[in-house]
């Protein structure tokens, strides 16, 4: 070998002992990845796991500070089961864990933007944040503010203070003009039956709160009723107005009175009744006549408040019932 091709052997293998000797294990950073077992969170309490794994173990604890953004709000849209990931010594990996809080608002798909603070000291072999969708099972599908869980006419726009109906304004919803005989005709519940006292008149106001103050009842004849000073019909509330005696029950809860001038007298052979404003001005009407069969029972709207008026046993879900004053037709309250 001559004394060049030494040199070049020598300066070889110098320059290999450089590499490996500033290579050292020392200098290596300990590599990173982020990963996450889903893409969304239902707002429904639905959960989502954010794991930081190391390719080693570590021989230290490891605290990894969690930065979050997005539209989503910690602790009102999703909670969190650590504000940082810790990588205890001896493992490869720490999580956290995230969790939907349910809410009654709109609010559409919001975002969660985590990322990683202080991984200067790893080697990141993935990406460093995760977007995670916050779902909102919320939904008001006729738009009008109430949300459907909540709107009994999910598919009408109505009120808020109506529960998410329209409001249906003061109506009548079921008539007793021919009470049956005997006691299966008490429709008052006095404990007898009387063909005039037993008739009643079962009003419903859905909104807004009426004064029925001065309003007054009368028939194709004369002057039948006068609702007393202080008669406030609040939203979606009843008043039954029976011919007289002594009513007796819970009638739902509604409101009850009986007729001021004596009786209702609603003719079994026809009869228009009237009910007006203390100015004189047209409310209600009720025409007897086209439902004058003698039915020995109320005729009711079915469905109740925005059905036709038929006779009230001739329905299923009257169970046989000849009346139900101051209740819906299945005899349960309003």
């Not at 990963?35 to 707002?43: A, H, K, R």
């Not at 005039?196 to 009368?218: A, H, K, M, Q, R």
């Not at 003719?267 to 009720?286: E, K, Q, R, W, Y």
Request: hydrophobic share 35%; aromatic share 6%; proline share 5%.
């Amino acid at each position: 070998m001559n004394s060049t091709t030494k040199l070049k052997t020598l300066f070889g293998l110098l320059c290999i002992g450089l590499i490996i000797g500033s290579c050292t294990t020392d200098d290596i950073k300990p590599a990173l990845s982020l990963s996450s077992d889903g893409t969304s969170l239902s707002e429904n309490n639905g959960s989502l796991t954010v794991t930081a794994t190391l390719n080693a173990e570590s021989p230290n604890s490891v605290s990894i500070p969690i930065n979050l953004s997005g539209a989503a709000t910690i602790n009102t849209d999703y909670s969190i089961s650590t504000s940082e990931i810790i990588i205890n010594a001896g493992n490869t990996s720490g999580s956290v864990t995230f969790t939907g809080i349910q809410d009654m608002e709109i609010e559409g798909t919001e975002i969660i933007e985590l990322s990683l603070g202080n991984v200067n000291e790893f080697l990141v072999l993935t990406v460093s944040s995760i977007t995670i969708e916050v779902l909102d099972d919320d939904s008001d599908s006729d738009n009008d503010g109430v949300l459907d869980a909540n709107d009994e006419c999910p598919d009408e726009a109505g009120e808020i203070e109506n529960n998410g109906c329209p409001f249906l304004g003061f109506l009548i919803n079921e008539v007793n003009y021919d009470p049956e005989s005997g006691l299966a005709g008490d429709a008052n519940g006095d404990g007898t039956r009387d063909p005039n006292e037993d008739e009643f008149i079962e009003f419903f106001n859905s909104g807004p709160e009426l004064d029925l103050s001065g309003y007054t009842v009368s028939d194709a004849d004369q002057l039948r009723h006068t609702f007393p000073s202080g008669t406030i019909l609040p939203v979606n509330s009843v008043l039954v107005l029976f011919g007289g005696g002594n009513p007796t029950g819970n009638f739902g809860g509604a409101l009850v009175q009986t007729a001021s001038e004596g009786l209702l007298n609603m003719s079994n052979a026809g009869d228009f009744m009237t009910i007006a404003d203390p100015s004189g001005n047209v409310v209600l009407t009720f025409d007897i006549e086209p439902l004058s069969n003698n039915p020995n029972e109320s005729y009711t709207r079915n469905p109740d408040l925005t059905g036709d008026f038929v006779q009230h046993a001739s329905v299923d879900e009257a169970n046989g019932a000849l009346f139900s004053p101051g209740t819906k037709l299945d005899g349960s309250d309003f």
